[in-house]
Protein backbone atom coordinates (compact mmCIF):
# COMPACT_ATOMS: atom_id res chain seq x y z
CA UNK A 1 0.00 0.00 0.00
CA UNK A 2 1.24 3.29 -0.68
CA UNK A 3 2.60 5.73 2.16
CA UNK A 4 3.45 9.03 2.55
CA UNK A 5 7.33 9.31 3.59
CA UNK A 6 8.57 11.95 5.97
CA UNK A 7 12.44 12.72 6.25
CA UNK A 8 14.55 13.10 8.64
CA UNK A 9 12.70 11.03 11.51
CA UNK A 10 14.62 13.60 14.10
CA UNK A 11 15.83 17.06 13.29
CA UNK A 12 17.88 18.76 16.22
CA UNK A 13 18.29 22.70 15.87
CA UNK A 14 19.64 25.44 17.72
CA UNK A 15 16.94 28.05 18.32
CA UNK A 16 16.89 30.29 15.92
CA UNK A 17 17.49 28.46 13.02
CA UNK A 18 15.87 27.96 9.61
CA UNK A 19 14.79 24.39 9.89
CA UNK A 20 13.17 22.48 6.82
CA UNK A 21 10.94 19.30 7.10
CA UNK A 22 10.27 17.16 4.01
CA UNK A 23 7.44 14.91 2.82
CA UNK A 24 6.80 12.91 0.00
CA UNK A 25 2.93 12.20 -0.21
CA UNK A 26 1.33 8.98 -2.46
CA UNK A 27 1.68 9.91 -5.65
CA UNK A 28 -1.60 10.35 -6.92
CA UNK A 29 -2.96 12.44 -3.77
CA UNK A 30 -3.68 16.51 -4.93
CA UNK A 31 -4.55 17.68 -1.24
CA UNK A 32 -1.37 17.84 1.24
CA UNK A 33 -1.34 18.97 4.34
CA UNK A 34 1.11 19.91 7.60
CA UNK A 35 -0.41 19.00 10.77
CA UNK A 36 1.89 19.35 15.01
CA UNK A 37 1.14 17.52 18.02
CA UNK A 38 3.65 18.65 20.61
CA UNK A 39 4.64 15.77 23.24
CA UNK A 40 1.66 14.69 25.28
CA UNK A 41 -1.22 16.68 23.31
CA UNK A 42 -3.34 16.40 20.40
CA UNK A 43 -2.85 16.95 16.76
CA UNK A 44 -3.42 20.42 15.55
CA UNK A 45 -3.91 21.29 12.11
CA UNK A 46 -1.09 23.97 10.44
CA UNK A 47 -1.99 24.53 6.91
CA UNK A 48 -3.47 22.72 3.40
CA UNK A 49 -2.08 22.81 0.04
CA UNK A 50 -3.53 22.34 -3.18
CA UNK A 51 -3.28 23.31 -6.91
CA UNK A 52 0.20 24.95 -5.82
CA UNK A 53 -1.12 27.44 -3.30
CA UNK A 54 -1.99 27.06 0.50
CA UNK A 55 -5.66 26.28 0.58
CA UNK A 56 -6.32 26.74 4.10
CA UNK A 57 -4.76 27.40 7.51
CA UNK A 58 -4.96 27.90 11.60
CA UNK A 59 -3.90 30.75 13.71
CA UNK A 60 -0.83 28.59 14.52
CA UNK A 61 0.48 29.00 10.70
CA UNK A 62 2.05 32.52 10.87
CA UNK A 63 4.70 34.32 9.11
CA UNK A 64 7.38 32.15 9.96
CA UNK A 65 6.36 28.89 8.39
CA UNK A 66 5.90 28.35 4.96
CA UNK A 67 5.18 25.56 2.38
CA UNK A 68 6.44 24.41 -0.81
CA UNK A 69 5.82 21.68 -3.76
CA UNK A 70 9.34 22.03 -5.28
CA UNK A 71 8.98 19.12 -7.72
CA UNK A 72 6.26 16.76 -8.48
CA UNK A 73 6.90 14.52 -5.46
CA UNK A 74 7.99 16.85 -2.78
CA UNK A 75 6.19 18.77 -0.30
CA UNK A 76 8.19 20.73 2.48
CA UNK A 77 7.73 23.02 5.70
CA UNK A 78 10.05 25.79 6.44
CA UNK A 79 10.18 27.25 9.95
CA UNK A 80 11.95 30.60 9.67
CA UNK A 81 13.63 31.11 13.17
CA UNK A 82 12.73 28.54 15.11
CA UNK A 83 11.63 29.23 19.32
CA UNK A 84 11.80 26.84 21.71
CA UNK A 85 8.11 26.09 21.69
CA UNK A 86 8.37 24.89 18.06
CA UNK A 87 9.60 22.04 19.16
CA UNK A 88 6.85 19.20 18.74
CA UNK A 89 6.30 15.92 15.93
CA UNK A 90 5.46 17.40 12.41
CA UNK A 91 3.12 15.22 10.43
CA UNK A 92 2.29 15.53 6.49
CA UNK A 93 -0.48 13.83 5.34
CA UNK A 94 -2.08 13.80 2.10
CA UNK A 95 -5.56 12.78 0.22
CA UNK A 96 -6.75 12.57 -3.13
CA UNK A 97 -8.99 15.29 -4.64
CA UNK A 98 -12.42 14.74 -3.57
CA UNK A 99 -14.57 16.80 -1.70
CA UNK A 100 -12.37 19.31 0.15
CA UNK A 101 -10.21 18.12 3.03
CA UNK A 102 -12.67 17.85 5.91
CA UNK A 103 -14.26 15.11 3.84
CA UNK A 104 -12.28 12.37 3.00
CA UNK A 105 -9.73 10.09 4.60
CA UNK A 106 -6.21 11.35 5.16
CA UNK A 107 -2.79 9.37 4.86
CA UNK A 108 -0.32 10.57 7.41
CA UNK A 109 3.16 10.04 7.46
CA UNK A 110 4.95 8.90 10.81
CA UNK A 111 6.28 12.36 11.60
CA UNK A 112 9.57 14.20 11.72
CA UNK A 113 10.07 15.04 15.65
CA UNK A 114 11.96 18.66 15.70
CA UNK A 115 13.43 19.22 18.86
CA UNK A 116 14.92 22.86 19.52
CA UNK A 117 17.72 23.48 21.62
CA UNK B 1 -14.43 27.81 17.44
CA UNK B 2 -15.07 23.91 16.91
CA UNK B 3 -14.33 22.84 20.86
CA UNK B 4 -14.18 18.51 20.85
CA UNK B 5 -14.41 16.47 24.29
CA UNK B 6 -13.81 12.82 24.37
CA UNK B 7 -13.08 10.91 27.54
CA UNK B 8 -8.83 10.77 28.71
CA UNK B 9 -8.78 7.28 28.36
CA UNK B 10 -11.21 3.93 28.51
CA UNK B 11 -9.90 -0.20 29.63
CA UNK B 12 -11.59 -2.53 27.91
CA UNK B 13 -11.19 -6.46 28.26
CA UNK B 14 -10.14 -8.54 24.40
CA UNK B 15 -13.66 -9.42 22.80
CA UNK B 16 -15.48 -6.98 24.17
CA UNK B 17 -17.43 -4.31 22.51
CA UNK B 18 -15.79 -0.44 22.81
CA UNK B 19 -17.82 3.05 22.48
CA UNK B 20 -15.82 5.75 22.45
CA UNK B 21 -18.01 9.19 22.16
CA UNK B 22 -16.45 13.03 21.19
CA UNK B 23 -18.52 16.03 21.61
CA UNK B 24 -18.02 18.31 18.75
CA UNK B 25 -19.91 21.99 18.77
CA UNK B 26 -19.41 24.55 16.07
CA UNK B 27 -18.53 21.93 13.75
CA UNK B 28 -19.45 22.74 10.07
CA UNK B 29 -22.29 22.15 8.97
CA UNK B 30 -21.20 20.48 5.40
CA UNK B 31 -18.26 18.28 6.55
CA UNK B 32 -18.36 14.86 7.68
CA UNK B 33 -17.01 13.62 10.94
CA UNK B 34 -13.65 11.38 10.63
CA UNK B 35 -11.98 9.17 13.21
CA UNK B 36 -7.99 8.03 13.31
CA UNK B 37 -6.35 5.65 15.63
CA UNK B 38 -2.80 6.60 16.48
CA UNK B 39 0.18 4.25 18.07
CA UNK B 40 2.91 5.55 19.62
CA UNK B 41 5.39 7.01 17.68
CA UNK B 42 3.15 6.78 14.97
CA UNK B 43 0.94 9.39 12.40
CA UNK B 44 -2.87 8.71 12.72
CA UNK B 45 -4.78 6.18 10.99
CA UNK B 46 -7.96 6.65 9.25
CA UNK B 47 -10.71 4.24 10.60
CA UNK B 48 -14.22 5.64 9.58
CA UNK B 49 -16.06 8.86 8.10
CA UNK B 50 -19.59 9.51 8.50
CA UNK B 51 -22.10 13.16 8.42
CA UNK B 52 -24.93 11.94 9.60
CA UNK B 53 -26.75 8.48 11.10
CA UNK B 54 -24.91 5.16 10.98
CA UNK B 55 -21.86 4.00 9.43
CA UNK B 56 -20.22 1.14 8.82
CA UNK B 57 -17.13 -0.34 7.65
CA UNK B 58 -14.42 -3.82 8.36
CA UNK B 59 -13.29 -2.52 10.93
CA UNK B 60 -15.79 -0.43 13.17
CA UNK B 61 -19.11 1.54 13.00
CA UNK B 62 -19.87 5.01 13.17
CA UNK B 63 -23.14 6.60 15.10
CA UNK B 64 -23.70 10.63 15.03
CA UNK B 65 -27.19 11.89 16.16
CA UNK B 66 -29.35 13.95 13.95
CA UNK B 67 -28.16 17.59 15.95
CA UNK B 68 -24.56 15.92 15.19
CA UNK B 69 -23.29 17.38 18.35
CA UNK B 70 -21.79 13.78 18.88
CA UNK B 71 -20.74 11.15 17.52
CA UNK B 72 -19.46 7.54 18.95
CA UNK B 73 -17.15 5.32 17.05
CA UNK B 74 -17.63 1.37 18.12
CA UNK B 75 -14.98 -1.08 17.57
CA UNK B 76 -17.05 -4.33 17.81
CA UNK B 77 -14.65 -6.97 19.59
CA UNK B 78 -11.38 -5.41 20.49
CA UNK B 79 -7.99 -7.52 20.64
CA UNK B 80 -4.69 -6.53 22.31
CA UNK B 81 -3.44 -4.80 19.08
CA UNK B 82 -6.77 -1.70 18.94
CA UNK B 83 -4.75 -0.66 22.40
CA UNK B 84 -4.04 3.04 20.78
CA UNK B 85 -4.94 6.50 20.79
CA UNK B 86 -8.52 7.19 19.17
CA UNK B 87 -9.42 10.94 17.91
CA UNK B 88 -12.39 12.75 16.37
CA UNK B 89 -11.44 15.09 13.60
CA UNK B 90 -14.14 17.74 12.76
CA UNK B 91 -14.35 20.93 10.47
CA UNK B 92 -14.64 24.26 12.28
CA UNK B 93 -17.86 25.79 11.87
CA UNK B 94 -16.23 29.77 12.56
CA UNK B 95 -12.58 29.89 13.01
CA UNK B 96 -12.18 33.80 13.07
CA UNK B 97 -10.84 33.68 9.47
CA UNK B 98 -8.75 30.67 9.52
CA UNK B 99 -10.04 27.64 8.29
CA UNK B 100 -9.31 24.91 9.78
CA UNK B 101 -10.27 21.03 11.19
CA UNK B 102 -10.03 20.30 14.80
CA UNK B 103 -9.00 17.00 16.39
CA UNK B 104 -10.52 15.37 19.36
CA UNK B 105 -8.58 15.54 23.09
CA UNK B 106 -8.13 12.12 22.01
CA UNK B 107 -9.22 8.72 24.18
CA UNK B 108 -6.23 6.37 24.99
CA UNK B 109 -8.04 3.02 24.73
CA UNK B 110 -5.77 -0.03 27.07
CA UNK B 111 -7.30 -3.43 25.97
CA UNK B 112 -6.68 -5.94 28.77
CA UNK B 113 -6.09 -9.54 28.03
Known amino acids: EPEVTQTPSHQVTQMGQEVILRCVPI?????FYWYRQILGQKVEFLVS????????KSEIFDDQFSVERPDGSNFTLKIRSTKLEDSAMYFC???????????????FGDGTRLSIL | LAKTTQPISMDSYEGQEVNITCSHNNIATNDYITWYQQFPSQGPRFIIQGYKTKVTNEVASLFIPADRKSSTLSLPRVSLSDTAVYYC??????????????FGTGTKLQVIP
Open chain 2, 89 to 102: LVGDSNSGGYQKVT
Open chain 1, 93 to 107: ASSPLGQGMRNQPQH
Open chain 1, 27 to 31: SNHLY
Open chain 1, 49 to 56: FYNNEISE
